[in-house]
Structure formats: structure tokens, C-alpha cells
């Protein structure tokens, strides 16, 4: 994603934007649309580029016009054809009104650039749709903002998401330099990201990798799906132990894609513990779903060294673990 000097001046018949002020907003991106990107609504093409921002506070500024198409300023939901020319004009360093929240969390680092979570399972990340408290940032706001105030108001830079039924490591930026860095490593994919699961079943084979490609369908429910007109999603696993019904493995996401880990464990015959939403449901014991971010590995934004964090399970996966019948002999 690059940041450009250019200026978003809509010229000739072209509809203006709905803002007054977009007109002289540097564009976060600038685009080309690709093959691969046909057909993809408008905000779903701007999200996974500028990761930075909450669906909802993205799709509000699509709706005051910040997404032009080919001059246009477009509805989020506007379908996409390749080579039309995507800008998206934002000013990210306005302010919110993310509400601090008194919120327990568990910080595993943190210093003036960033800080390392340990986000528990029914969390949602970030303040979206109809979750617009008790989140991670509305804590981290409270934390920064509040508990230990320095002056100048600090917005949680979210790099990357869990779901809210997975627990486990994320990194979130203090500064929005801090999160353009971390972004692009990301990117650059310069992060090692570790996850453990409990599957239904055994992977065949024990070890490998998971290919298929995975879209949005508004009108499917669930939305998220492996779909041949998806975008392409690469998953590498390996099993680390076995029961007699289930499997425990540890995945790591080559790509990035919504609900990747749980879409590809699905399609591919062992979906996730406790997934009530691609898998066989909540299981007796298990409240949740099995799937914990357990390692996470990056660079720091400002010293460029390696830092690397583990996450033991919590205990209500522990638990269920430890009452699962051996695999035979």
C-alpha cells in the first residue's frame, strides 16, 4: 500500500464527493483492479488493503464518498470490474469516537509503539456492526487514554484480527507511524503467526497444506465461503497429536483471507471443535470454539529486531483436551 503526495481532485461531470473536504484528502491507495479482484464489492477490496480501520468506521467513510471508482465517488457495496481505478480518499488520523472502557486484558508487552495482547475467546476486536463496546480497543483506549494518560490521545492501531470466538496473540499499534510499519510487514508477509486447533477427525495427510480460494457471497449465509470466485488461500498444518475422535494440530495462515483457518479445516473434512458457524456446532464441555493464536512473531516497527511471543492454551481448552479418550494404539 503506498501513500501518495497526489491530491483527489474529481475534474469535468464527474459526481463530487459527498464530503467537502475529501476533494483535498491525500489518497491512502491508489489501484488498479485486477482480474483476481473482478466483481468484489467496493468496501471488501478497500478493507483488506487498509486493515487498519474497522468495517464500520470504513463503511461509513465510503458512504460520505471517500471511495472513488474511476473518478466516481461509489456506494460501499459497488461491484468492481477489472481495470477500473480505485482511490480512497481518508483522513485516518482524524479522530474517533472510540469510547474508553474499563476493561480487564491481559498485556503481554508494550511500549511506546505497540503492545502484545493476550485477547481472551468473546471478544470482538474492534467496535463494528452491533458490537460497539466491550471490544479490545474500546480496553486499549481506556488503558492508553485514561489509566495511564500522557496528554495526547492515543487510537488503538489494529494491524491484524482474531474472531471473536478465538483467543490468543495480537499485536496492536500506539502510533499511527508504528502502524504503517507493522502493516507493511504484514504485507511484505514478515510475520509468523501460529495457530492451535482441535479438528473433528484426522487430517489426511498428518501433515501438508490446504489450498482453496475463498469469497463473499451477500446472499449465502454464511457470507464467507470457499468459492471458485474467491480470492486464492494457502494454509499449512501439521498434527501434533491424536485422540480417538479428534485431532490436535497447529496451522499457520500463508494467507490472510476471513476465516481462513476455519473454511479450510472445513472443506477439507476436519472442521474445527466447537464452530457453530462452518463446523458441527458447540460440543458438551466446550462452549467455544477450539482455536487459539498461540504464537505470533514480528519486527519491531522502530528497532527492525525480531520479537516473538507464545500463548500457553487457556484453560477451558486445556480442560476439554484432557478429557478426550486416547487414540487407539
Known amino acids: ?37 473482478h466483481r468484489y464489492r467496493l468496501d ?17 467513510l465510503i458512504e460520505e464518498g471517500a471511495g472513488i471508482v474511476n473518478g466516481v465517488s461509489r456506494p460501499p457495496g459497488y461491484r468492481l470490474a477489472k481495470g477500473d481505478s480505485v482511490s480512497f480518499c481518508a483522513d485516518l488520523d482524524a479522530p474517533t469516537s472510540m469510547k474508553p472502557e474499563r476493561i480487564p486484558i491481559d ?21 463494528c456492526g452491533h458490537h460497539r463496546d466491550g471490544t479490545l480497543a474500546n480496553a486499549l483506549a ?17 494491524v491484524h484480527r482474531l474472531d471473536r470466538s478465538t483467543s490468543g496473540l495480537i499485536v496492536v499499534a500506539r502510533t499511527q507511524e508504528a502502524l504503517s510499519r507493522i502493516t507493511i510487514s504484514f504485507q511484505k508477509k514478515q510475520v509468523e ?29 454464511p457470507r464467507w465461503g470457499v468459492r471458485p470466485e474467491g480470492r ?3 494454509t499449512r498444518y501439521e498434527t501434533i497429536d491424536r485422540f480417538a475422535e479428534y485431532s490436535l494440530i497447529r496451522m499457520e495462515p500463508v494467507t490472510g483471507r476471513t476465516n481462513q483457518l476455519r473454511l479450510h479445516s472445513a472443506h477439507f473434512g476436519c472442521p474445527i471443535a466447537g464452530d457453530d458457524l462452518f463446523g458441527r456446532g458447540f460440543l458438551r464441555g466446550l462452549e467455544r470454539l477450539f ?16 520479537m516473538e511471543f507464545e500463548s500457553a492454551l487457556p484453560p477451558e481448552l486445556q480442560t476439554f483436551l484432557d478429557a478426550l479418550e486416547p487414540a487407539e494404539a
Open 291 to 306: 482455536l487459539h493464536a498461540h504464537r505470533l512473531k514480528f519486527r519491531h516497527p522502530e528497532s527492525n529486531d525480531w
Open 1 to 37: 500500500m503506498s501513500r501518495l503526495s497526489l491530491r483527489c481532485n474529481l475534474t469535468g461531470n464527474a459526481e463530487r464527493l459527498k464530503h467537502e473536504n475529501s476533494a483535498s484528502v491525500e489518497p491512502v491507495l491508489r489501484l488498479s483492479v485486477t482480474a483476481a479482484s
Open 44 to 60: 471488501d477490496y478497500i478493507a483488506e488493503r487498509v486493515p487498519e480501520l474497522s468495517r464500520m468506521r470504513l463503511h461509513r
Open 142 to 158: 481506556y488503558h492508553w487514554n485514561v489509566a495511564n494518560k500522557s496528554g495526547e490521545v492515543v487510537r488503538p492501531g489494529i
Open 232 to 234: 486464492p488461500g494457502h
Open 107 to 127: 498485556i503481554l508487552f508494550e511500549d511506546e509503539w505497540l503492545a502484545v495482547v493476550d485477547k481472551p475467546a468473546g471478544m470482538v476486536v474492534h467496535p
Open 193 to 221: 503467526k501460529r495457530y492451535i486447533a482441535l479438528v473433528h477427525g484426522s487430517p489426511k495427510p498428518p501433515n501438508g497444506e490446504w489450498r482453496a480460494p475463498i469469497g463473499n457471497d451477500p446472499n449465502a449465509n
